[in-house]
């Protein structure tokens, strides 16, 4: 009951936010969308969150034992709180959750969740690379070549033999805390693919729905999704993220002739549609908890390493 109520007030509070009048010229930008265009936006999106989900599967596959619906579940809820919370705060669902439901230790859980984090970034800098207008070839190929070295060489220079843990106190922690990164690094057997699977979706129906915001074509507005994407991976972000995703879809839209103004409000409404997707499943399922596969409560046994 608690969980209905909480979610029949946040509907209401979006509910006075939507009625300001400065909202209409939001409104305006979907109003040549299709519903049919909406909905299959839509399904796309949730295909991304079942793509992430199947990468926390792969990645804690030990731990998970196929219960995908509660991955699934996990995802979404996490995916909410990341679009609701500021500066990063909602990512602390993660391994509270993994936790809660499968018994995976918070430091594991925060080092795997910190390598989906890189890998995300890198995918995305790659494309950025590849799709940014008027960058010079000579800068872009430049860019795509650091980033794929850099990707390759992380782990390994984390599954490197040191003998960090023989040092003072703080080298001795942060040796642990290289040892944790290094198994989160090398326990996933299909992540980049998954990664590369969910980014491709992700940025071509944002890319798509950009495309009608805006009544341009999809080349002029992919670039401007990808953009979007790269500014919303900064590590500090405002509350959900409002700014900084408008500004990096609109700086990239210059280069094709979009002025400022139609970019950052064709970026806003791709926006809040992105925020509504993430609220409104992770509300769905916020109201069907998952049975936790500890035999006793997370706070009173203690967590599998």
């Excluded at 792969?58 to 996990?74: I, M, S």
């Excluded at 080349?219 to 990808?226: L, M, R, S, Y």
């Excluded at 809040?272 to 499943?281: G, M, P, R």
């Excluded at 916020?286 to 009173?300: M, N, R, V, Y």
Aim: positive net charge.
């Amino acid at each position: 009951m608690k969980r209905a109520i909480s979610i029949v007030v946040t509907l209401a509070l979006l509910a006075w936010l939507a009625s300001d009048q400065r909202w209409k010229m939001v409104g305006d930008a979907f109003a040549s969308i299709t519903p049919g265009a909406f909905v299959a936006v839509a399904a796309a999106l949730f295909v991304t969150y079942v793509l992430r989900a199947l990468r926390v599967c792969d990645e804690f596959r030990d731990d998970v034992n196929g219960r995908f619906g509660a991955t699934l579940r996990v995802i979404l809820v996490h995916n909410a709180m990341i679009n609701i919370v500021p500066f990063r705060g909602g990512e602390t669902a993660f391994p509270i959750l993994l936790r809660q439901v499968f018994g995976v230790s918070i430091v594991r859980a925060s080092a795997s969740l910190l390598w989906f984090r890189l890998q995300d970034a890198f995918v995305v800098g790659v494309l950025a690379c590849l799709v940014w207008p008027g960058l010079h070839p000579a800068l872009r190929a430049a860019g795509i070549a650091a980033l794929i070295a850099a990707a390759w060489y992380l782990p390994r220079w984390a599954r490197a033999p040191h003998n960090w843990t023989a040092g003072g106190r703080i080298v001795s922690k942060l040796g642990k805390l290289r040892d944790i990164f290094t198994e989160a690094t090398g326990r996933s057997r299909y992540g980049w693919w998954w990664t590369i699977a969910n980014w491709a979706l992700k940025l071509g129906v944002q890319g798509w729905l950009l495309a009608m915001l805006l009544n341009t074509s999809f080349q002029t507005a992919f670039p401007g999704a990808v953009g979007a994407e790269a500014a919303a991976i900064l590590p500090v972000q405002g509350v959900a993220g409002f700014g900084t995703y408008e500004a990096g879809a609109a700086a990239a839209l210059l280069y094709s002739g979009i002025a400022m103004k139609d970019g950052l409000q064709a970026a806003l409404a791709l926006h809040l549609f992105i925020l509504c997707s993430a609220v409104a499943t992770g509300a769905i399922a916020w109201l069907f908890p998952s049975k936790s596969t500890l035999p006793e409560t997370p706070a009173a046994g203690p967590a599998r390493k």
